[in-house]
């Protein structure tokens, strides 16, 4: 497999991890921190940059105690491979269910996300969202 086609794969195990139900929490904590460098960053459109353990406790804990449910869909992306190192990037929406308001949420963005490769692994480095 190439490393474009193992960055791609990653990036949707990240969504699908992002987006598991409430009762596979845990199963969506390990999936994330087996996707996430130690050092990793994310940046989702202000506030200040999350670290690792804040990153899987916002997509674990805060999206789904207040959403029922979540998805996230990626357009293709565009990925450049330089060595050990890469950056992708990828039109996204994310729709959320909200039980308390009733409301169908849909945001638009954009990921641009680094990656690194470590003992032939690829790993997400750096996570920048931006809404569109």
């Known amino acids: 497999m190439t490393d474009a086609a193992n960055i791609e794969m990653l990036k949707s195990r990240f969504c699908k991890a992002s987006s598991f139900p409430r009762y596979r929490r845990s199963l969506a904590a390990r999936l994330l921190a087996d996707i996430l460098c130690e050092d990793a960053i994310a940046e989702y459109g202000g506030g200040h940059p999350l670290c690792r353990v804040e990153i899987i406790r916002f997509a674990v804990r805060h999206v789904h105690e207040r959403f029922l449910t979540m998805t996230s869909e990626i357009g293709p992306g565009s ?26 949420l849909s945001r638009s963005g954009r990921f641009t996300d680094r990656f690194i490769k470590t003992d032939g692994i690829w790993k997400l480095a750096r996570i920048h969202w931006e809404e569109k």
């Open 79 to 104: 990925i450049r491979v330089t060595g050990d190192e890469a950056e992708g990037c990828w039109a996204s929406c994310v729709r959320t269910y909200d039980p308390q308001t009733r409301n169908l």
